[in-house]
């Protein structure tokens, strides 16, 4: 079961989630197009590892700033406040690993279909509420 969708300007297919792993983890590979970084963000329930396939991820994470290339992995702890940006003009695609499973729910729920469909930040804010994901900043803020 896989499912593609775009969310805040980033590809991502969910290739495991609740439903196959029995909820103890989600599996996602991103797609993010160069110059796209995520808000200032924290997971408070899960962890999240990312694993670069190509291109490089800068990541900041707490008081760490971390550049990540093909074959480097980085474990966000739960509560951490953390951007994740492809700084430069290449994409870059990796591994997501959520444990327990709750980001796939987020990327189900709010999700689009289209690249330039715009989310919608009420369901976006309700399901991250559910899940235990807290907003900290706009894009372009770091922690």
Same mark, same amino acid.
């Given at each position: 079961?896989?499912?593609?969708? #775009? =969310?805040?300007?980033?590809? =991502? $297919?969910?290739?495991?989630?609740?439903?196959?792993?029995?909820?103890?983890?989600?599996?996602? %590979?991103?797609?993010?197009?160069?110059? $796209?970084?995520?808000?200032? *963000?924290? *997971?408070?329930?899960?962890?999240?590892?990312?694993?670069?396939?190509?291109?490089?991820?800068?990541? #900041?994470?707490? %008081?760490?700033?971390?550049? =990540?290339?093909?074959?480097?992995?980085?474990?966000?702890?739960?509560?951490?406040?953390?951007?994740?940006?492809?700084?430069?003009?290449?994409?870059?695609?990796?591994?997501?690993?959520?444990?327990?499973?709750?980001?796939?729910?987020?990327?189900?729920?709010?999700? $689009?279909?289209? +690249?330039?469909?715009?989310?919608?930040?009420?369901?976006?804010?309700?399901?991250?509420? +559910?899940?235990?994901?807290?907003?900290?900043?706009?894009?372009?803020?770091?922690?």
């Amino acid at each position: 079961m896989t499912q593609t969708l #775009w =969310l805040f300007g980033t590809r =991502l $297919t969910i290739l495991a989630d609740h439903t196959t792993t029995g909820g103890q983890y989600d599996l996602i %590979e991103g797609y993010f197009p160069p110059g $796209t970084q995520t808000p200032l *963000h924290r *997971h408070t329930r899960y962890s999240e590892q990312l694993y670069v396939l190509s291109g490089e991820f800068t990541v #900041w994470a707490g %008081e760490n700033k971390v550049v =990540l290339r093909p074959g480097d992995s980085y474990l966000i702890s739960p509560s951490t406040p953390h951007v994740v940006a492809t700084v430069g003009d290449k994409p870059a695609r990796g591994l997501v690993v959520a444990a327990p499973s709750a980001f796939a729910r987020v990327v189900e729920t709010v999700g $689009t279909v289209e +690249e330039t469909e715009p989310a919608d930040m009420a369901l976006y804010d309700r399901i991250s509420a +559910e899940v235990g994901d807290e907003l900290l900043g706009s894009p372009g803020t770091l922690p």
